[in-house]
Each structure stands twice: as structure tokens, then as C-alpha cells.
């Protein structure tokens, strides 16, 4: 995980409402609702563009009191339980391999478990930079599913984001309106990562 604080982006339609931490989002999305409470807001997790929940009941203090430490979720992950080495962060899970598989594993220095490690380790730092890339693109797309879904050109500018054709994608995306094509552009950046 890096040390960059996560940010979200609260939406109403095609246009932006706020940037920045969780609460300043959910705080400026608070004010729009109070506003205007016919209007949904739609609030993303700029990573992952993931859409958060925030609970908008009652006065700015009560949402802010619900958010509570929200503001930087950690991943779903499972709690270590039973077989494993939990102290080190050691999760005991099933993996399902053919017989041949097992026998290799199973003569390796250290056995199946040291050599499974070491094998995810080594496919972790030689496709870092393929899987940044994969993670961008995928929420790039979560985003454009979710707010520019109905947009001109939106099937067309998917195709070109998984070929990796960022030429293609930003011209596609010139007809959208100005704040969901401004984030599309952001999102763009590390999508397109691998471009020469």
C-alpha cells in the first residue's frame, strides 16, 4: 500500500461535485443534497472507482460521526483463523492442483508452501507494472460503466481502453460532458501506462 492518502470524487449526474478525502466529499455532497435532495449522488473511490456508501440521514454532523475512521478503507481481507502462521499474516487457504503439480511443489526446497510464496513473489514483481495497468484500466471502465454508460462513442471507447489505443480512447471521449470527460482523462493516465 502506498503512504498517498486515498481520494474520492462525488458526482451528480455528469457533473463533479467534490475531490479529496472522504469526509470533504461526503461533506460537499451533504450541502448538494440539502440543496437539492431530488438529485443523486454517486461518490467513487479514485483508485478503484468503486462506489462508497455514505449514509446522508440526518445533519452534516451525524453523517461525518458515521463515516468515522472510513475515511482510508483497508481491502476486504479475511481474518487469519486456524492453520497458518497468523502472527506473520500466514492465511492457510485451499488450492486445487493437479497431481503433477503437487509432486513438484512438493519437491521443492521447503515444500509446497515455501515454493508456491516464492513463485507469487516472482510473478509479482515481473508483471507489477502489466497488473498496474489492468487495475487502471479496470477502474477506468467501472467508472465509464457507471456515470458515461448512456454517452456517445461509450462502447467504442471501451474497445480502444482495452487495446490499449489511447489516442483512439481520447478522442472517442471528446463528445462527453466536460466533468466526466476531465475525470476520464485523469483516470486515463496510468490505464495507458504500457503505451510506447
Known amino acids: 500500500m502506498s503512504d498517498v492518502p486515498r481520494t474520492f470524487t462525488a458526482f451528480t449526474g455528469h457533473r463533479l461535485i467534490a475531490s479529496g478525502s472522504l469526509s470533504s ?3 460537499a455532497a451533504k450541502e448538494w443534497l440539502d440543496r437539492d435532495e431530488g438529485t443523486p449522488v454517486l461518490i467513487l473511490d479514485d483508485e478503484t472507482c468503486r462506489i462508497v ?12 460521526k458515521r463515516l468515522g475512521d472510513s475515511s482510508d478503507p483497508v481491502p476486504d481481507r479475511p481474518e487469519p483463523r486456524g492453520p497458518g502462521r497468523p502472527k506473520l499474516g500466514v492465511i492457510a487457504r485451499e488450492v486445487t492442483l493437479l497431481p503433477r503439480h503437487w509432486e513438484w511443489l512438493n519437491a521443492q ?27 487502471a484500466q479496470e477502474a477506468l471502465y467501472r467508472f465509464m460503466s457507471a456515470l458515461a454508460g448512456d454517452e ?7 474497445r480502444a481502453l482495452f487495446a490499449g489505443d489511447r489516442k483512439l ?7 462527453w460532458p466536460k466533468d466526466l470527460r476531465a475525470y476520464a482523462e485523469r483516470l486515463a493516465g496510468p490505464a495507458f501506462a504500457d503505451e510506447p
Open 25 to 27: 466529499v461526503a461533506e
Open 53 to 64: 456508501e455514505v449514509d446522508f440521514r440526518g445533519t452534516l454532523e451525524d453523517v461525518l
Open 109 to 135: 526446497p521447503g515444500g509446497a508452501s515455501v515454493a508456491l510464496r516464492k513463485l507469487v513473489e516472482e510473478a509479482r514483481r515481473g508483471n507489477g507494472s502489466k497488473d498496474r495497468v489492468r487495475q
Open 152 to 158: 456517445v462513442g461509450f462502447e467504442e471507447a471501451s
Open 169 to 175: 480512447f481520447m478522442a472517442l471521449i471528446q463528445l
